[in-house]
């Protein structure tokens, strides 16, 4: 069963544009981490927020966390071709990482 | 990256052979995964492992089995390959599941498995 649902499937903006992607899960957690995907290589990792934390920053990043909802987001400021990319949330609970669908970013030069 | 590598990064294969994909770490990690990606599921659990010769199933188990018999080293096999197991493999690493960075993962590049 997939725990973490990510919105929007795909997302199309222009260089210099904020993008800002959600994801709602299921069950308790341990902590949330964003990561990124370019086509045809592995999943790097953005940046982890637990569960007593309500927002983390880094570089262009800025990531939320409300556990009342269940949901999260992740903010990429002033986004540049190079973004172009596929993020995945992850919710880490009992030793494991379950994964997103992922949204699909397109940044237009 | 992380020292991690996979192998092979590509295989054709046919339905009914068995199969293994290597997957060896540098980072003396104690933790290691084997996921596959296909279009639709995002990433999925096969298995992992906690330490040498401790694994478990994740989500998507039937079909596949893992060793691990060095810190270095996770194995998977697909013992008799069907068509429904053609995906980007992945492997991945984790240091800790307590502390700051708990279950930071980090990913290796892929193999891609195409069963014919």
């Known amino acids: 069963s997939q725990q973490g649902e990510e919105d929007p499937q795909a997302l199309s903006i222009q260089e210099g544009e904020n993008a800002t992607m959600n994801c709602s899960y299921k069950t308790s957690i341990n902590n949330l981490q964003w990561y990124r995907q370019n086509s045809g290589r592995g999943l790097v990792h953005l940046i982890l927020?637990?569960?007593?934390?309500r927002e983390k920053h880094s570089g262009r990043l800025r990531v939320t966390l409300d556990t009342s909802k269940k949901s999260s987001s992740l903010l990429i400021t002033a986004s540049r071709a190079a973004d172009t990319a596929s993020y995945f949330c992850a919710t880490a609970l009992g030793g494991k990482l379950i994964f997103g669908q992922g949204t699909e970013l397109s940044v237009k030069p | 990256d992380a020292g991690i590598t996979q192998s092979p990064r590509h295989k054709v294969t046919e339905t009914g052979t068995p199969v293994t994909l290597r997957c060896h770490q540098t980072?003396?990690?104690?933790?290691m995964y084997w996921y596959r990606q296909d279009p639709g599921h995002g990433l999925r659990l096969i298995h992992y492992s906690y330490g040498v010769k401790d694994t478990d199933k994740g989500e998507v188990s039937d079909g596949y089995s893992v060793s691990r018999s060095k810190t270095e080293d996770f194995l998977l096999t697909l013992e008799s390959a069907t068509s429904s197991q053609t995906s980007v493999y992945f492997c991945?690493?984790?240091?800790?599941?307590?502390?700051?960075?708990?279950?930071?993962?980090?990913f290796g590049p892929g193999t891609r498995l195409t069963v014919t």
């Open positions: 991945a690493i984790s240091e800790s599941l307590t502390g700051p960075s708990s279950y930071e993962q980090y």
């Open positions: 927020i637990r569960s007593n934390e």
């Open positions: 980072e003396n990690h104690r933790y």
